[in-house]
């Protein structure tokens, strides 16, 4: 069975900076893309960032270019989300999901989440 | 950056009735294109891919349509765990998801 568990969320400060992980198991972690998604309270979908199986292709969303940074380790079957400089509007759930075909970024697995609030 | 609509945003449907949704895209995805349902305090989930193929463990109830531009999805005969948000999400270029519409009960 497929588990996506997402940690490391919590409030912090604006201008603060947080690293999510999100340990995968039940299947090839290695043989696949992954990506961070969040939602604003009460609002819609976001695309944060994806990484290729190797981890040598990055991808970020306008919004949080600069600032935060996808990672993996394969040999731990864990992909993180370092976020610095953090503002209000990162506000969210952050979910971490797998990218189901290779090229093809849509979803067939998600985690829980993991709640990240920016508030002074 | 392809932006994806989505319509109505609220769609009101008695159970037993047939709920269909729209999806259109600024420019071109062709079959790209995936649907998921999110309910309450869940993740989303995965429903259909390729614009029309059912995700593992989808019932046939559940058929999406549609390529390039114009999309939509039909829950022929909605059941009671129906009800929740749907989103749209384009994969032909990156990735962006619509507004969502939520199908709640009439």
């Known amino acids: 069975e497929v588990q996506l568990l997402e940690s490391g969320g919590g409030l912090v400060q604006p201008g603060g900076s947080l690293r999510l992980s999100c340990a995968a198991s039940g299947f090839t972690f290695s043989s696949h893309g992954m990506s961070w998604v969040r939602q604003a309270p009460g609002k819609g979908l976001e695309w944060v960032s994806s990484i290729s199986a190797t981890g040598g292709s990055t991808f970020y969303a306008d919004s949080v270019k600069g600032r935060f940074t996808i990672s993996r380790d394969n040999s731990k079957n864990t992909l993180y989300l370092q976020m610095n400089s953090l503002r209000a509007e990162d506000t969210a759930i952050y979910y971490c999901a797998k990218i189901a075909v290779t090229g093809m970024w849509f979803f067939d697995y998600w985690g829980q989440g993991t709640l990240v609030t920016v508030s002074s | 950056e392809i932006v994806m609509t989505q319509s109505p945003a609220t769609l009101s449907v008695s159970p037993g009735e047939r709920a269909t949704l729209s999806c259109r895209a600024s420019q071109s995805v062709s079959s790209n294109l995936a649907w998921y349902h999110q309910k309450p305090g869940q993740a989303p989930r995965l429903l259909i891919y390729?614009?029309?193929t059912r995700a593992t463990g989808i019932p046939a109830r559940f058929s999406g349509s549609g390529s390039g531009t114009e999309f939509t999805l039909t829950i022929s005969s909605l059941q009671s765990e129906d009800f929740a948000v749907y989103y749209c999400q384009q994969y032909n270029n990156w990735a962006t998801f619509g507004g969502g519409t939520k199908v709640e009960i009439k």
């Open positions: 390729g614009a029309s």
